[in-house]
């Protein structure tokens, strides 16, 4: 049978080692976790200037999809008329 010492000294020493095992975890979890915090923040600041540059691109092209909007809005005014124009004629050639 072990003695008391003996028993107590190898909880010790077992509690020794399980706690720098523990430390060891520890500071690599914290270690991660800056890498982590530093990621996202880089994401966040990409994804920033990637909004930005889009809402540039947008503000530079609103001219020109109005232009566009406005010459597609007066080419279906045209077909509108050409269509009733052909209506009309072929109503004309009825018997």
Known sequence: MKSKYRQALELVISQEAKLAEVKKM?????????????????????????????????????PYAQRELEEMKSEI????????MLCQESVRGLP
């Open 26 to 62: 520890h500071d690599g979890a914290v270690a991660r976790e800056r890498e982590l915090a530093e990621a996202v923040q880089l994401n966040e600041a990409s994804l920033k200037k990637h909004e930005d540059r889009l809402a540039e691109l947008e503000l530079a092209r609103a």
């Open 77 to 84: 005014k045209s077909l509108k008329a050409s269509v009733k």
